[in-house]
Structure formats: C-alpha cells, structure tokens
Nanobody, 125 residues
Framework: EVQLQASGGGLVQAGGSLRLSCAASGLTFDDYAIGWFRQDPGKEREGVSSISTSDGSTYYADSVKGRFAISSDNAKNTVYLHMSSLKPEDTAVYYC??????????????????WGQGTLVTVSS
C-alpha cells in the first residue's frame, strides 16, 4: 500500500520559514516524482513545486519561485519543501503527491496517482 505522510506545517509569522516533509512508502521511490500542492478553502488546488526523484528536475509555481526550494533524500524516501519569506497568501493546507514523471514540470494534479493527508500552514501578518 502506497502511503505519503506530509508533516511540518504550523503557524509562522510573515517573513518566516518552515520546512515540510513528505515521507513515502510502498512504492519504488526513484520511479516517481513528488509534488506539493496547496489549497485554501474556497480556492482551487494549486501546484506549488515538484521534483523528479530520479534526475532531480524541479518545477516551481511563479508565486513561490525564489522563496521555496524542493529537495529529495532518496535514502530516506523523503522529499522536503523549504519555504522561506513566507507571506499570508501562502496560508493553505499543503499536500504531497506521487506520480510517474511524465514531464519535468509536474504541475497538474491530474499527473499524480497517490496523495498524502495534508498539513496546515498558517502565515500571520
């Protein structure tokens, strides 16, 4: 059974930093891309970032470029999303997902087969 465990969310002041983790099990980690999505109530789910764990290619949404960094520790089957210079508009539930890397920009949720449970990030102004 494939499981994705997202963690690391919390409350942070604007300008602060957080690191989210996505621990994967039940799959061959190197065969997948891991993506991060976020969703605020009343808004559509947004693709934030992704990484292909085999070749390290990454994608970032324009809204987070230069502030967020994604990395992968293949030995631990874990992907990290390092978030800095956080803004109130980054407030959302963040989800990680796994899918076959069909392109370097794994931006669409339709590209993913497996989803974690989400972790809440709240950025106060």
């Amino acid at each position: 059974e494939v499981q994705l465990q997202a963690s690391g969310g919390g409350l942070v002041q604007a300008g602060g930093s957080l690191r989210l983790s996505c621990a994967a099990s039940g799959l061959t980690f190197d065969d997948y891309a891991i993506g991060w999505f976020r969703q605020d109530p009343g808004k559509e789910r947004e693709g934030v970032s992704s990484i292909s764990t085999s070749d390290g290619s990454t994608y970032y949404a324009d809204s987070v470029k230069g502030r967020f960094a994604i990395s992968s520790d293949n030995a631990k089957n874990t992907v990290y999303l390092h978030m800095s210079s956080l803004k109130p508009e980054d407030t959302a539930v963040y989800y990680c997902a796994a899918g076959r890397p069909i392109t370097s920009a794994m931006a669409s949720d339709k590209m993913y087969n497996y989803w974690g449970q989400g972790t809440l990030v709240t950025v106060s102004s």
